[in-house]
């Protein structure tokens, strides 16, 4: 079923409906609070926020078949809003190195070091590159008026930014040297 009949049903109180739009969209909405660093805990807070916004507001909205660009406008909205409002700086560590082991096989060690040397690579991106691969790489990739929406970026520039964000990964100093120490991992 579309999003604008979805939309109308789910505003008559068809719960099936509800469930259909939050399944459709709530990875899109976890991508934006994603790329604006949010932890876990803050993140479930804004999703829900956004959530809550939708409902107050599910009879009102004038294009309900651009109902996804409005949660990712509304999402983008309420992680600024909660940014503001906690004044806080928020960590950008994406590196966990605490599960390593002395004793893991050797496939584990190098998948975990593949790993921090892509975490290492993506920090170094700007943040417009990480926003923008963060949002693209959701488990169910949004439309670019989504992702438009999402990031106030044009269509048009989601693409050529996407190939320039991935090509200065793949050439960045961190993965190159550990494809040079590594030959054989990926």
Known sequence: ???????????????????????????LLWSV???????????????????LRLVENLDRIREPERV????????????????????RE?????????GLSNDAPIEGLLSEERDIALWKAFASLGERCQKLLRILMADVPPSYVEVSAALGMPIGAIGPTRQRCLERLRRDPFLEAFRLDHSGAP
């Open 1 to 27: 079923m579309d999003a604008a009949k979805l939309v109308q049903r789910a505003s008559e109180g068809d719960q099936a409906a509800w469930n259909a739009i939050v399944d459709q969209f709530n990875g």
């Open 33 to 51: 609070v994603r790329a604006h660093r949010l932890s876990q805990s803050d993140g479930a807070e804004v999703v829900q926020t956004a959530w």
């Open 68 to 87: 996804g660009a409005w949660l990712a406008t509304t999402t983008r909205h309420e992680c600024l809003r909660f940014i503001r409002r906690n004044a």
């Open 90 to 98: 928020v960590a950008t560590s994406d590196v966990d190195a605490a």
